[in-house]
């Protein structure tokens, strides 16, 4: 069957810098060097380094494209880049705080110039609500720019940061699959992905996407959330959501992100094994699998 990876992050060289300004015990040359040996990582090198890796990674697992998401302010350059070096298998997101005074010419340049498919919201990481000027804004210009917007809800937790000793301030409050149904319905012509079945807030990002037609739910990660549903499993998870959802609104992801622990196949095979598990016939796997994607990344 054909795959289609819509969640990896691109954790690029310029990301570890970014992430760890703060830490002035790392010596500022060859930062992200020092921080892959931290995390016991292989150093991401260029971007253009980097994307061949991942594609020669998705060469090795069969996969067809992935999404490739800059995954902090201000990295967009470098899956820019990767993007540019291989345009068929790579589709560009980028992570962007709406409340950030540069963030007019962010989204500008960022789907225009550098043609990326989507826009990664994260309120509970980033301190602001889902009704606040700046989210429109990042909505309309997705409209505009026929693009994505992807919206973090539920529990968030980045590993990176825990390995690293960084702070984790998140304010889960905000990440409220309603609330992005209340945006999401003033701009139906943007398709909205609600990742990792919500994260948690699986009942609300059904109820989301059962009044939207417009929101997505991705089925990426290892969904450990389900633990705080009692007797909840990720077979009951893809049965209800096709369910309600329904096939053509479900993004296959695996939530991807470094090396050498490259693409998470065994991901792909549990949802398999779910979605054989719901009575998922081969034409809507193929869709949650693919086609979705292929249409949405068009």
Request: hydrophobic share 45%; glycine share 6%; with cysteine.
């Amino acid at each position: 069957m054909r795959i289609c990876d819509a969640h990896c992050h691109f954790f690029s060289s310029r990301f570890l810098e970014i992430l760890t300004k703060d830490r002035h015990d790392l010596a500022a040359d060859d930062r992200a060097r020092a921080v892959a040996g931290l995390l016991g990582w292989d150093p991401p090198g260029t971007p253009e380094d980097l994307a061949d890796r991942w594609v020669a990674e998705l060469d090795l697992h069969g996969v067809a494209r992935a999404v490739a998401i800059a995954s902090v302010p201000g990295d967009e350059e470098s899956v820019a880049r990767a993007t540019a070096r291989h345009p068929s298998r790579l589709a560009g997101f980028f992570m962007c705080n709406p409340s950030a005074p540069d963030i007019a010419d962010r989204l500008a340049r960022a789907l225009g110039e550098w043609r990326f498919r989507g826009v990664c919201l994260f309120p509970a990481m980033h301190h602001y609500r889902l009704d606040e000027k700046g989210v429109a804004a990042v909505f309309e210009a997705a409209d505009a720019r026929q693009a994505i917007v992807f919206v973090h809800c539920g529990v968030l937790s980045v590993g990176v940061r825990k390995k690293l000793g960084l702070p984790s301030p998140f304010d889960l409050r905000l990440g409220d699959p309603l609330a992005v149904a209340a945006i999401a319905a003033r701009f139906p012509r943007v398709p909205v992905v609600i990742p990792h079945f919500g994260a948690g807030l699986f009942r609300e990002a059904l109820m989301a996407a059962d009044q939207c037609p417009n929101i997505h739910l991705d089925t990426s990660s290892s969904n450990a959330w389900v633990k705080y549903h009692r007797d909840l499993t990720l077979d009951d998870v893809f049965h209800q959501a096709l369910a309600v959802v329904g096939p053509d609104r479900l993004l296959f992801g695996t939530d991807s992100s470094f090396f050498p622990r490259g693409w998470q196949h065994q991901i792909a095979d549990a949802q398999r094994r779910s979605l054989d598990s719901a009575g998922a016939a081969a034409d809507v796997q193929e869709k949650i699998f693919a086609g979705n994607f292929d249409r949405l990344m068009a």
